[in-house]
C-alpha cells in the first residue's frame, strides 16, 4: 500500500474517531436507558430519546465525516494506480461504491436536521459533498421526496414513492423467481443503467435552482476529475469514478431499499404510524465477517438499524445501536418481523430479502385471495360522502370501509379540487370496525398528504359520529393517529368540545431543527421581513408568528414560504396572530398541505398556548377567525380544550365518470415516480 493512501486512511479513521469520542457521553446514556415497565409505551422512548440529538460542536464536526470518506476514497484510488493485481483494483471498486453509499447516508441524516444543529448547514454539505458529486437532485429536493412523502407514508401505495420504484423495476407480486432476481438487481440490466444514466445527466442539466447551482455543480465534478486527468490517472475516472457511480453504488442503495421495509403487505388495522412501522419494518442482524462487510457497505452509517430510525427518525446514527437494543428489550412488536442475513439465512429464520420473494412469486390467483387490491380496476359505483363545515373550513366524512382504500393521492386530489371533484379542504376516512372499542379517523389534505391532528376535522368527525347514530353518549374517545382525544357533543349536536391534549414547546418533539430548547421568540427571515416566531406542537407542528396586524395578503405570501423552511423538517402549520385583548385573539392561518384556510382548530389551539406562554393573554381566549369563532382554554400543563360549531351540508355522491382509475401497478419500463438512486 502507498504511504500516501496509508496516511489518507489513518487521517480518515482518526476524524470518525473524533465523532465518536465527541458522542460517547450520550451513547453511554443511552444504553443505560431503562424504562419503568417491561413493555414501554412509544411516548416514554420519545421523550427518552429527546437528548439524541446532535450537540454545538456538530456544526464543525459535520463536514468531517463527509471529508473523511472521501479521503478514503482517494486512498482507493491511490491503491488502484499502484497496484497490477486485477482482484485488488476490483476490490477498490467495490470499495469506492460502499464510500457513495456512506456519503448517501451521512446525507440522509442531513435531511432529517440531525447531522448538526444547523440544517441550513447540513444540506448545503450535502449538495456539496454527495448529491452534485454523485449527480443527484438537490438535498432540498431529496427532503421532499424522503422526509415529506416517504415516511409519513412508507408501503402506502400511491403515496410512497420509494414502492413507486418497484413497479418501475418490474417487482410485483406474480412474478416467477428469475424476474424477481432480475428486480432484485435492476440496477445492473441494460434497462436500469439506462434509466440511471437518464437521470443523471437530467439531475446534472435541468434540475438546478439557477446557473448558480448548475455551475457548482459542475464546479465539483471538475475538482474530482481534473487531479487524475493531470496525473494522466484517466482509466481511474472510469473506474474509481464512473463504474462505482453507474453500478456499484446504485445496486448497493437498491438493496437497501429492498429490505428497508416488508413490502407490498395489506395495510395493518393499526392505521397508526407506530403500528405501520412495526407492521411493515424488519430488524434484520447481518452476523460474521460477511455481515460487517454488509454493515459497513450495502447499509453504512446506521442504516441496518433501519427500523429504529423510521421510528424515532429525530435520533442521530451514533445511538442507533443503543436505542436498537432497547427497542428489542422493551417495544413490544418491534422484534416480530426480525430476518438474518441479506439473502443466506439459519433455518427456520428468513433473510432480509426471502420473504419478499416469496410474497411475490406466489401464483396472481392466491395473490388475488389473500390480499386484494381494488385499485386495480376503475371506480363502477358512485361513492358516498357526507360534507360538513366547521367554521368555513370544509371536509368530506367518508367510510373507509368503503372507499378508504381507492383515496390514493390522485384521487383524494381530484374529489378535492373545487373545478374538477366536490370540492373540500380535505377527506376524513372513518375507521369504524365494529372490533375496535373506539371509533378513529384518517385525515387526508387536499393534496393528498396525511395530517398527525386536526381539531376543525375532530369536531367535524364527531359530528358525524352523533349524526349517524355510532355514538350513545354526548361524551366518547375518538382515535387520531396514534392518539385517543374526547369529544363532547353540546345540546342540539352543533356546537362540539374537543380535548385537544397537550401543546409542547419542546423543539425535538415538534421538530424544529438545532439544540433541544423551547422554540419561543425566536427570529426568522422569509421574502426579505424578520419575524419573530415561536414553535409548537399538539400532535403537528405549528410556526405561531406575533403580528401587530394581521393580513390575508401577508398570510398568502408568507406562509408559504415558512411553511417549507428547513428549520421545520416536517414542513409546519403557520400562524399570523394579532392579540386585541387578554381575551381575544385574532388569527390568519396558512395550513400545512392546503393553503390559505379560514379557520383551523389545531392552528387556534397552538396560537393561543404560545400566547398566553408569552404571558400576552389569559387562559380563556375566543379566538376570531375568517370563517367565525373558537372559544379556546389553556388548562393545566398546557392541555387545550376548544368548543367550536359544525354545519352539516350535503349527501353527496360522488359519480364513477369522475373517479380516475388508478393502476396498482405499472408495467416495467414506466415513467418512475422519481428519481431513481436516491434511496434514503
Given at each position: 500500500m502507498p504511504a500516501a493512501a496509508?496516511?489518507?486512511?489513518?487521517?480518515?479513521?482518526?476524524?470518525?474517531?473524533?465523532?465518536?469520542?465527541?458522542?460517547?457521553?450520550?451513547?453511554?446514556?443511552?444504553?443505560s436507558l431503562t424504562p419503568p415497565a417491561p413493555h414501554a409505551d412509544v411516548s416514554w422512548f420519545r421523550h427518552a430519546f429527546r437528548s439524541l440529538r446532535p450537540k454545538p460542536l456538530d456544526n464543525y464536526l459535520a463536514a468531517l465525516q463527509f471529508v473523511s470518506a472521501w479521503q478514503l476514497i482517494a486512498a482507493a484510488a491511490l491503491v488502484f494506480d499502484s497496484s497490477e493485481s486485477l482482484i485488488v483494483r476490483g476490490l477498490c471498486v467495490l470499495f469506492v461504491g460502499g464510500r457513495f453509499r456512506e456519503l448517501q447516508e451521512i446525507g440522509h441524516f442531513a435531511i432529517h436536521g440531525v447531522l448538526c444543529p444547523s440544517r441550513r448547514l447540513g444540506l448545503l454539505l450535502t449538495n456539496i459533498f454527495c448529491q452534485f458529486p454523485l449527480l443527484k437532485p438537490s438535498a432540498s429536493f431529496r427532503y421532499r421526496t424522503h422526509v415529506a412523502e416517504h415516511h409519513p407514508h412508507a408501503n402506502v401505495d400511491g403515496r410512497d414513492p420509494n414502492l413507486g420504484d418497484f413497479y418501475v423495476a418490474g417487482l410485483v407480486p406474480g412474478i416467477t423467481v428469475l424476474q424477481y432476481w432480475r428486480g432484485v438487481f435492476f440496477p445492473l440490466t441494460p434497462a436500469g443503467v439506462l434509466l440511471l444514466l437518464k437521470e443523471c445527466l437530467t439531475?446534472?442539466?435541468?434540475?438546478?435552482?439557477?446557473?448558480?447551482?448548475?455551475?457548482?455543480?459542475?464546479?465539483?465534478?471538475?475538482?474530482?476529475?481534473l487531479p487524475m486527468i493531470m496525473f494522466e490517472s484517466t482509466w481511474e475516472i472510469v473506474w474509481i469514478y464512473l463504474v462505482p457511480l453507474l453500478v456499484v453504488y446504485p445496486l448497493f442503495a437498491w438493496l437497501s431499499q429492498v429490505v428497508e421495509h416488508r413490502w407490498f403487505l395489506p395495510q395493518p388495522d393499526d392505521r397508526s404510524r407506530l403500528g405501520r412501522e412495526l407492521a411493515f419494518g424488519r430488524p434484520t442482524e447481518y452476523a460474521g465477517l460477511s455481515g460487517l462487510l454488509i454493515r459497513q457497505n450495502i447499509f453504512p452509517f446506521g442504516d441496518s438499524?433501519?427500523?429504529a430510525h423510521s421510528l424515532f427518525p429525530n435520533v442521530r446514527w451514533n445511538y442507533l445501536p443503543a436505542v436498537h437494543k432497547l427497542l428489542k428489550r422493551h417495544l413490544k412488536g418491534y422484534m416480530d418481523h426480525a430476518s438474518q442475513g441479506l439473502f443466506w439465512h439459519p433455518a427456520g429464520?428468513?433473510?432480509?430479502?426471502?420473504?419478499?420473494?416469496?410474497?411475490l412469486t406466489r401464483s396472481p390467483l392466491a395473490l388475488r385471495i389473500t390480499a386484494p387490491d381494488v385499485r386495480r380496476r376503475p371506480m363502477n359505483v358512485p361513492v358516498h360522502f357526507t360534507k360538513y363545515q366547521a367554521l368555513g373550513n370544509d371536509y368530506l366524512v367518508v367510510?373507509?370501509?368503503?372507499?378508504?382504500?381507492?383515496?390514493?393521492?390522485?384521487?383524494?386530489?381530484?374529489?378535492?379540487?373545487?373545478?374538477?371533484?366536490?370540492?373540500?379542504d380535505g377527506i376524513l376516512v372513518a375507521r369504524l370496525a365494529e372490533d375496535e372499542a373506539v371509533p378513529a379517523v384518517q385525515v387526508l389534505n387536499p393534496d393528498g398528504s396525511e395530517v398527525e391532528k386536526s381539531g376543525n376535522g375532530l369536531r367535524i368527525f364527531a359530528r358525524y359520529l352523533w349524526d349517524r347514530g355510532l355514538v350513545k353518549e354526548e361524551r366518547f374517545p375518538v382515535r387520531i393517529s396514534d392518539e385517543i382525544v374526547t369529544c363532547r357533543v353540546r345540546p342540539g349536536g352543533r356546537v362540539i368540545t374537543v380535548d385537544m391534549g397537550r401543546v409542547r414547546f419542546d423543539s425535538a418533539v415538534i421538530p424544529v431543527t438545532g439544540p433541544s430548547r423551547e422554540v419561543l421568540e425566536e427570529r426568522l427571515e422569509v421574502g426579505g421581513v424578520t419575524l419573530t416566531f415561536s414553535a409548537a406542537t399538539i400532535g403537528n407542528p405549528h410556526c405561531v408568528i406575533l403580528r401587530e396586524r394581521v393580513t390575508e395578503e401577508e398570510t398568502r405570501r408568507l406562509g408559504p414560504l415558512v411553511e417549507v423552511d428547513p428549520r421545520f423538517p416536517n414542513r409546519t402549520n403557520v400562524q399570523f396572530v394579532e392579540v386585541v385583548d387578554r381575551a381575544n385573539l385574532r388569527i390568519e392561518i396558512w395550513e400545512r398541505g392546503a393553503g390559505y384556510?379560514?379557520?383551523?382548530?389545531?392552528?387556534?389551539?397552538?396560537?393561543?398556548?404560545?400566547?398566553?406562554?408569552?404571558?400576552?393573554?389569559?387562559?380563556?381566549?375566543?379566538v376570531h377567525l375568517r370563517g367565525g369563532e373558537l372559544e379556546i382554554e389553556v388548562r393545566e400543563h398546557f392541555d387545550m380544550r376548544m368548543t367550536g360549531s359544525v354545519v352539516r351540508v350535503a349527501d353527496i355522491s360522488f359519480a364513477a365518470e369522475s373517479w380516475p382509475a388508478v393502476e396498482a401497478a405499472a408495467p416495467p419500463g414506466a415513467v418512475p415516480t422519481r428519481p431513481r438512486g436516491d434511496l434514503a
Open positions: 496509508f496516511a489518507l486512511i489513518l487521517v480518515a479513521l482518526s476524524l470518525r474517531a473524533l465523532d465518536v469520542a465527541y458522542h460517547y457521553g450520550d451513547v453511554s446514556h443511552a444504553r439531475n446534472l442539466l435541468h434540475r438546478n435552482r439557477g446557473t448558480g447551482e448548475l455551475l457548482l455543480r459542475a464546479l465539483i465534478v471538475s475538482l474530482i476529475t438499524y433501519h427500523l429464520t428468513p433473510s432480509a430479502t426471502s420473504e419478499l420473494r416469496e410474497r367510510d373507509g370501509a368503503a372507499a378508504g382504500p381507492l383515496l390514493t393521492t390522485e384521487v383524494v386530489r381530484r374529489v378535492c379540487d373545487r373545478h374538477f371533484g366536490i370540492g373540500a384556510t379560514l379557520a383551523s382548530g389545531s392552528s387556534s389551539c397552538a396560537a393561543t398556548a404560545v400566547m398566553h406562554r408569552l404571558g400576552l393573554c389569559d387562559a380563556h381566549v375566543t
